[in-house]
Protein backbone atom coordinates (compact mmCIF):
# COMPACT_ATOMS: atom_id res chain seq x y z
CA UNK A 1 0.00 0.00 0.00
CA UNK A 2 1.42 3.66 -1.17
CA UNK A 3 0.70 6.26 1.18
CA UNK A 4 -0.52 9.28 -0.36
CA UNK A 5 1.29 12.42 -0.53
CA UNK A 6 0.51 15.75 -0.68
CA UNK A 7 3.54 18.30 -0.82
CA UNK A 8 3.56 22.37 -1.45
CA UNK A 9 5.78 23.74 -3.88
CA UNK A 10 5.52 27.61 -2.82
CA UNK A 11 8.13 28.36 -5.42
CA UNK A 12 9.48 31.82 -4.88
CA UNK A 13 6.88 33.54 -3.02
CA UNK A 14 6.68 34.68 0.87
CA UNK A 15 8.93 36.28 2.60
CA UNK A 16 9.79 35.14 5.80
CA UNK A 17 6.99 36.85 8.14
CA UNK A 18 4.62 35.47 5.66
CA UNK A 19 5.85 31.88 5.24
CA UNK A 20 5.88 31.91 9.56
CA UNK A 21 2.87 33.01 9.09
CA UNK A 22 0.86 30.32 6.48
CA UNK A 23 2.85 27.38 8.34
CA UNK A 24 0.77 28.99 11.75
CA UNK A 25 -1.97 28.51 9.77
CA UNK A 26 -1.31 25.48 7.74
CA UNK A 27 -0.23 23.01 11.21
CA UNK A 28 -3.88 24.43 12.58
CA UNK A 29 -5.71 23.50 9.65
CA UNK A 30 -3.69 20.31 8.85
CA UNK A 31 -4.01 18.81 12.47
CA UNK A 32 -6.26 16.13 12.53
CA UNK A 33 -4.57 14.41 9.65
CA UNK A 34 -2.84 11.29 9.60
CA UNK A 35 -3.26 9.53 6.49
CA UNK A 36 -1.70 11.64 4.24
CA UNK A 37 1.83 12.33 3.90
CA UNK A 38 1.84 16.69 4.28
CA UNK A 39 5.07 18.17 2.73
CA UNK A 40 5.74 21.83 2.41
CA UNK A 41 8.50 23.50 0.12
CA UNK A 42 8.87 26.78 1.63
CA UNK A 43 11.91 28.83 0.02
CA UNK A 44 15.35 28.40 1.42
CA UNK A 45 15.06 31.76 3.22
CA UNK A 46 12.32 30.57 5.61
CA UNK A 47 13.37 26.31 5.92
CA UNK A 48 15.02 27.48 9.38
CA UNK A 49 12.12 29.82 10.64
CA UNK A 50 9.23 27.36 9.02
CA UNK A 51 11.38 24.33 10.37
CA UNK A 52 10.97 25.16 14.37
CA UNK A 53 7.49 25.33 14.12
CA UNK A 54 6.89 22.45 11.92
CA UNK A 55 9.27 19.73 15.01
CA UNK A 56 6.18 17.18 15.93
CA UNK A 57 3.84 18.54 14.02
CA UNK A 58 2.46 15.82 10.99
CA UNK A 59 4.03 18.27 8.11
CA UNK A 60 7.50 17.22 6.58
CA UNK A 61 9.57 20.14 5.35
CA UNK A 62 11.30 19.87 2.06
CA UNK A 63 13.25 22.60 -0.36
CA UNK A 64 12.84 23.31 -3.95
CA UNK A 65 16.54 22.38 -4.76
CA UNK A 66 20.00 21.94 -3.86
CA UNK A 67 23.50 21.08 -5.52
CA UNK A 68 25.14 17.80 -5.39
CA UNK A 69 28.49 18.85 -3.76
CA UNK A 70 28.57 18.60 0.04
CA UNK A 71 30.52 22.26 0.10
CA UNK A 72 33.02 24.64 -1.09
CA UNK A 73 33.50 27.59 -3.69
CA UNK A 74 29.93 26.91 -5.34
CA UNK A 75 28.18 30.62 -4.72
CA UNK A 76 24.57 30.58 -4.28
CA UNK A 77 24.55 26.82 -3.71
CA UNK A 78 22.77 25.05 -1.14
CA UNK A 79 23.75 21.27 -0.22
CA UNK A 80 22.17 18.26 0.70
CA UNK A 81 24.22 18.37 4.38
CA UNK A 82 23.17 22.14 4.79
CA UNK A 83 18.96 20.98 3.97
CA UNK A 84 19.44 18.38 6.74
CA UNK A 85 20.80 20.68 9.35
CA UNK A 86 17.71 22.94 8.76
CA UNK A 87 14.96 20.29 9.20
CA UNK A 88 14.82 19.50 5.56
CA UNK A 89 13.44 15.82 4.38
CA UNK A 90 12.29 16.03 0.93
CA UNK A 91 13.81 18.05 -1.72
CA UNK A 92 12.38 18.87 -5.11
CA UNK A 93 14.41 17.85 -8.32
CA UNK A 94 14.50 18.75 -11.56
CA UNK A 95 11.37 21.14 -11.66
CA UNK A 96 10.66 22.00 -15.55
CA UNK A 97 11.15 25.69 -13.83
CA UNK A 98 14.40 24.52 -12.86
CA UNK A 99 14.86 22.67 -16.62
CA UNK A 100 13.64 26.08 -18.20
CA UNK A 101 15.03 28.90 -17.05
CA UNK A 102 18.41 27.49 -14.97
CA UNK A 103 19.67 25.33 -17.27
CA UNK A 104 18.61 21.94 -15.55
CA UNK A 105 19.17 18.52 -17.83
CA UNK A 106 19.04 15.12 -17.20
CA UNK A 107 22.61 14.71 -16.26
CA UNK A 108 22.18 17.52 -13.39
CA UNK A 109 19.17 16.07 -11.72
CA UNK A 110 20.96 12.75 -11.98
CA UNK A 111 23.39 14.01 -9.53
CA UNK A 112 21.03 16.00 -7.38
CA UNK A 113 19.02 12.59 -6.77
CA UNK A 114 22.17 11.15 -6.14
CA UNK A 115 23.28 13.17 -3.64
CA UNK A 116 20.02 13.91 -1.78
CA UNK A 117 19.27 9.85 -1.36
CA UNK A 118 23.42 9.66 -0.26
CA UNK A 119 22.48 12.63 2.42
CA UNK A 120 19.37 10.94 3.45
CA UNK A 121 16.77 13.29 1.81
CA UNK A 122 13.51 12.44 -0.08
CA UNK A 123 13.94 13.56 -3.66
CA UNK A 124 10.59 15.07 -5.18
CA UNK A 125 11.92 14.26 -9.21
CA UNK A 126 9.82 15.88 -11.58
CA UNK A 127 9.47 15.08 -15.35
CA UNK A 128 7.12 16.27 -17.73
CA UNK A 129 6.37 17.26 -21.00
CA UNK A 130 5.77 20.62 -22.84
CA UNK A 131 2.79 21.41 -24.76
CA UNK A 132 4.04 21.11 -28.37
CA UNK A 133 5.87 17.44 -27.12
CA UNK A 134 2.28 16.30 -26.50
CA UNK A 135 0.68 17.56 -29.58
CA UNK A 136 3.44 16.02 -31.33
CA UNK A 137 2.51 12.52 -29.53
CA UNK A 138 6.20 12.14 -27.42
CA UNK A 139 4.58 12.67 -24.07
CA UNK A 140 5.69 9.12 -23.35
CA UNK A 141 9.74 9.40 -25.39
CA UNK A 142 10.09 12.57 -23.65
CA UNK A 143 8.77 11.51 -19.76
CA UNK A 144 10.66 7.79 -20.15
CA UNK A 145 13.97 10.43 -21.08
CA UNK A 146 13.12 12.35 -17.94
CA UNK A 147 12.84 9.17 -15.69
CA UNK A 148 16.11 7.17 -17.76
CA UNK A 149 17.76 10.10 -17.25
CA UNK A 150 17.09 10.53 -13.82
CA UNK A 151 17.19 7.15 -12.65
CA UNK A 152 20.72 6.32 -14.33
CA UNK A 153 23.41 4.11 -12.32
CA UNK A 154 20.32 4.54 -9.13
CA UNK A 155 20.18 1.05 -7.24
CA UNK A 156 16.84 -0.77 -6.44
CA UNK A 157 17.47 0.87 -2.83
CA UNK A 158 17.90 4.04 -3.74
CA UNK A 159 15.09 4.38 -5.77
CA UNK A 160 12.85 3.07 -2.68
CA UNK A 161 13.48 6.57 -1.27
CA UNK A 162 12.06 8.91 -3.73
CA UNK A 163 8.69 9.98 -5.25
CA UNK A 164 8.39 10.85 -8.84
CA UNK A 165 5.95 13.47 -9.66
CA UNK A 166 4.48 13.89 -13.12
CA UNK A 167 4.12 17.58 -13.85
CA UNK A 168 3.27 18.02 -17.24
CA UNK A 169 4.50 21.59 -18.06
CA UNK A 170 1.51 22.50 -19.86
CA UNK A 171 -0.68 22.13 -16.81
CA UNK A 172 1.69 23.91 -14.34
CA UNK A 173 0.15 27.30 -13.04
CA UNK A 174 -1.90 27.68 -16.31
CA UNK A 175 -5.10 26.46 -15.14
CA UNK A 176 -5.13 23.54 -17.81
CA UNK A 177 -5.17 20.09 -15.67
CA UNK A 178 -4.78 16.87 -17.05
CA UNK A 179 -7.65 14.97 -17.25
CA UNK A 180 -7.93 12.28 -14.91
CA UNK A 181 -7.68 9.95 -17.34
CA UNK A 182 -4.66 11.17 -19.32
CA UNK A 183 -2.64 11.65 -16.26
CA UNK A 184 -3.40 7.69 -14.58
CA UNK A 185 -2.32 6.79 -18.72
CA UNK A 186 1.16 8.73 -18.16
CA UNK A 187 1.90 7.21 -14.28
CA UNK A 188 0.99 3.81 -15.63
CA UNK A 189 3.32 4.07 -18.31
CA UNK A 190 6.02 5.16 -15.73
CA UNK A 191 5.10 2.42 -13.75
CA UNK A 192 5.84 -0.18 -16.31
CA UNK A 193 9.05 1.47 -16.95
CA UNK A 194 9.96 1.37 -13.49
CA UNK A 195 8.84 -2.67 -13.97
CA UNK A 196 11.03 -2.70 -16.79
CA UNK A 197 13.79 -0.89 -15.11
CA UNK A 198 14.25 -2.89 -12.26
CA UNK A 199 11.17 -5.05 -10.70
CA UNK A 200 7.48 -5.53 -10.52
CA UNK A 201 7.85 -4.69 -6.99
CA UNK A 202 9.90 -1.78 -6.93
CA UNK A 203 7.24 -0.64 -9.65
CA UNK A 204 4.30 -1.27 -7.20
CA UNK A 205 5.88 0.45 -4.28
CA UNK A 206 6.95 4.48 -6.34
CA UNK A 207 4.90 6.73 -5.23
CA UNK A 208 4.18 8.96 -8.07
CA UNK A 209 2.09 12.52 -7.53
CA UNK A 210 0.45 14.15 -9.85
CA UNK A 211 1.41 18.47 -10.32
CA UNK A 212 -0.26 20.69 -12.79
CA UNK A 213 -3.08 23.01 -11.95
CA UNK A 214 -4.09 21.02 -9.20
CA UNK A 215 -7.00 22.84 -6.76
CA UNK A 216 -9.75 21.52 -4.19
CA UNK A 217 -12.45 21.36 -7.09
CA UNK A 218 -10.40 18.80 -9.44
CA UNK A 219 -9.11 16.76 -7.23
CA UNK A 220 -11.41 14.23 -6.00
CA UNK A 221 -11.74 13.09 -9.74
CA UNK A 222 -8.08 12.92 -10.32
CA UNK A 223 -7.45 11.00 -6.79
CA UNK A 224 -10.01 8.34 -7.92
CA UNK A 225 -7.16 7.39 -10.09
CA UNK A 226 -5.59 4.20 -9.21
CA UNK A 227 -2.09 5.18 -10.07
CA UNK A 228 -1.73 8.27 -8.66
CA UNK A 229 -0.20 8.66 -5.09
CA UNK A 230 -1.00 12.41 -3.92
CA UNK A 231 -0.33 15.86 -5.48
CA UNK A 232 2.64 18.17 -6.25
CA UNK A 233 0.97 21.54 -5.26
CA UNK A 234 2.22 25.00 -6.62
CA UNK A 235 -0.13 27.98 -7.07
CA UNK A 236 -3.14 25.89 -3.99
CA UNK A 237 -0.40 25.61 -1.45
CA UNK A 238 0.16 29.34 -1.09
CA UNK A 239 -3.03 29.25 0.70
CA UNK A 240 -3.95 27.39 3.71
CA UNK A 241 -7.89 26.95 2.76
CA UNK A 242 -7.13 25.63 -0.32
CA UNK A 243 -3.52 23.54 0.70
CA UNK A 244 -6.25 21.84 3.09
CA UNK A 245 -8.94 21.15 1.55
CA UNK A 246 -6.58 19.33 -1.08
CA UNK A 247 -5.12 17.31 1.60
CA UNK A 248 -8.95 16.26 3.30
CA UNK A 249 -9.58 15.06 -0.05
CA UNK A 250 -6.94 13.09 -0.17
CA UNK A 251 -7.11 11.94 3.37
CA UNK A 252 -10.86 10.94 2.37
CA UNK A 253 -9.63 8.95 -0.22
CA UNK A 254 -7.61 6.77 2.21
CA UNK A 255 -10.35 5.44 4.47
C1 LIG B 1 4.28 23.06 -9.58
O1 LIG B 1 4.91 24.06 -9.85
O2 LIG B 1 4.86 22.07 -9.12
C2 LIG B 1 2.84 23.08 -9.84
C3 LIG B 1 2.22 21.94 -9.92
O3 LIG B 1 2.24 24.32 -9.98
P1 LIG B 1 0.67 24.64 -10.11
O4 LIG B 1 -0.05 23.77 -9.13
O5 LIG B 1 0.56 26.10 -9.80
O6 LIG B 1 0.29 24.32 -11.52
Not at 27 to 35: A, D, M, Q, W
Not at 94 to 110: I, L, T
Request: aromatic share 8%; net charge negative; charged share 25%.
Amino acid sequence: MRRKVVAGNWKMNMTDPEAVELVKQLKESLRSFNEVELVVCPPFTSLYSTSKMLTDSNIGLGAQNLFWESSGAYTGEVSAEMLLSVGCKYVIIGHSERRQYFGEDNQSVNRKVKSAIAGGLTPIVCVGERLEQREAGKTEAVVEDHIRGAFEGLSGEQLRKLIVAYEPVWAIGTGKTATPEQANEVHLFIRELIKELYDADLSSRTRILYGGSVKPENVRSLIEQPELDGFLVGGASLKAESFAAIAREVENSTT
